[in-house]
């Protein structure tokens, strides 16, 4: 079953980029799923980050959109975050997400099924 | 599309029926996801399309609703089911989801 892994620094500098990679393993990140990743603030609740597809499709959070990029690198089965311009509001747990799909008639419904345990980061100087 | 879940808490006891709220700001047809999340864990999926099952999620959990009401019941109460449940709404860009619902003994 597919299983995800995320990691990258712990801590990032204000104004520097926060970069983060999710490693998908006992699945294909070239399947037809999207990929997403959610955020969540201490003690706060989650935050839909963004998502994207093997075919490098994306959709932003409009919060997020000038300073985020999210990938995928097929040949690694990973896929990436990067948050440019940081504040200590972007201090989080960073989880990465599978969205599954499933057809009702002619409707389509997207879910995150899988999820990757989450890691944290705190932007300090 | 904000989402606005009630109550905010709750105390409850194993055994207890529970019903959780999430009202979607605007019409979302059954575009809605529920999750439970446990202190330092990722959000576990229970319930997808507002009234589908996840598999190998225990049949005490139900959802149900469509539009702008959604309701989430557990119908008894396990220790295991105190945590954190979410509902995220699928409609529309951006993806949001609710500020959530804890259950404490």
């Known amino acids: 079953q597919v299983q995800l892994q995320e990691s990258g620094p712990g801590l990032v500098k204000p104004s520097g980029t926060l970069s983060l990679t999710c490693d998908v393993s006992g699945g294909s990140i070239s399947s037809n799923d999207w990929w997403s990743w959610v955020r969540q603030s201490p003690g706060k609740g989650l935050e839909w980050i963004g998502e994207t597809d093997q075919s490098g499709s994306t959709n932003y959070n409009p919060s997020l959109k000038s300073r985020l990029t999210i990938s995928v690198d097929k040949s690694k089965n990973q896929l990436s975050l990067k948050l440019t311009s940081v504040t200590a509001a972007d201090t989080a747990v960073y989880f990465c997400a599978r969205f599954a799909l499933t057809i009702f008639g002619d409707l389509y419904y997207y879910y995150m099924d899988v999820w990757g345990k989450g890691i944290t980061v705190t932007v300090s100087s | 599309i904000q989402l606005t879940q009630s109550p905010s808490f709750l105390s409850t006891s194993v055994g207890d029926r529970v019903t959780i709220t999430c009202r979607a700001s605007q019409g979302i047809a059954t575009f809605l996801a529920w999750y439970q999340q446990k202190p330092g864990k990722a959000p576990n999926l229970l319930i997808y399309a507002a009234s589908t099952l996840q598999s190998g999620v225990p049949s005490r959990f139900s959802g149900s609703g469509s539009g702008t009401e959604f309701t989430l019941t557990i119908s008894s109460l396990q220790p295991e089911d105190f945590a954190t449940y979410y509902c995220?709404?699928?409609?529309?860009?951006?993806?949001?989801f609710g500020q959530g619902t804890k259950l404490e003994i």
């Open positions: 995220q709404q699928l409609h529309s860009y951006p993806y949001s």
